[in-house]
């Protein structure tokens, strides 16, 4: 996965009142930590960090902070959901070469056989074990052809070289379930001009006193 580089500066304000000027300054406040080192408070431009997060699992190149730059992962991304505006993001110190574990997204390829079956997927992504510098960006999973009944399992999955599963093999990533077949409505039937029986001597005897 490539690298985007983020202008990275280092802070020394905080709490609510600083973060709110932050971001006014069109900057996101972060937290950068990991390898035994103390944790440091950093600035980074909201705009640029918020196109490179539409990437999943993004490796971030932050400049400015050392002479070669650090590299981190997003670990945790605290968002605003009414403006639509990143508040806050922790980042994990990394190394080329180092093992993390991810959430890959899970990418459906094929179609299903032709039928009554219907799709019933139960994972979006998955947590594996890769090289921090070599995450990849999807897992495919073929459905071409499957029928009714057949499913797929983690352990079906072709994982890229250097990839390992993180979850049970045997843990249900989707199957091919039955379509749901339409129940009739209750009260639907036919109504019926039918007087029911005692209703219907009553009446008749009504008439008799009357005539």
């Known amino acids: 996965m490539p690298e985007v580089k983020i202008a990275a500066e280092t802070r020394d304000e905080f709490g ?12 996101v ?10 944790t440091r408070h950093l600035s980074l431009p909201a705009h640029d960090l918020m ?11 932050l400049e400015g902070l050392t002479k070669d730059g650090e590299i981190a ?14 508040e806050h993001v922790d980042l994990i110190l990394v190394r080329r070469g180092e093992k993390v574990t991810v959430e ?18 139960q994972l979006v992504q998955i947590t594996v074990e890769a090289e921090a510098t070599n995450i990849p960006r999807e897992i495919v999973v073929d459905v071409e052809g499957l029928e009714l009944g057949q499913a797929v399992y983690a352990s079906d999955l072709t994982l890229p070289s250097g990839v390992t ?16 077949t339409a129940e009739p409505e209750e009260g639907t039937g036919e109504e019926t001009s039918e007087v ?5 001597e009553t009446a008749g005897s009504e008439q008799e006193q009357a005539g």
């Not at 600083?18 to 300054?25: E, G, P």
């Not at 992962?73 to 990143?86: C, E, G, S, T, Y």
């Not at 890959?104 to 997927?121: C, F, K, S, T």
């Open 16 to 27: 609510k009142g600083a973060a709110r000027r932050s971001r006014l300054a069109g900057r």
């Open 196 to 200: 029911p029986e005692a209703l219907a």
């Open 165 to 180: 599963l993180q979850v049970e093999p045997d843990t249900l990533v989707l199957h091919v379930i039955a379509q749901p």
């Open 73 to 86: 992962l997003p670990k945790a991304v605290q968002r605003d959901p009414i403006k639509n505006i990143i």
């Open 51 to 61: 196109r490179a997060l539409r990437t999943s699992n993004v490796l971030l190149r």
């Open 104 to 121: 890959i997204p899970l990418r459906i390829d094929g179609e299903i056989a032709p039928g009554d079956g219907m799709l019933d997927q």
């Open 29 to 38: 406040p972060a937290v950068l930590y990991g390898h035994g080192t103390e």
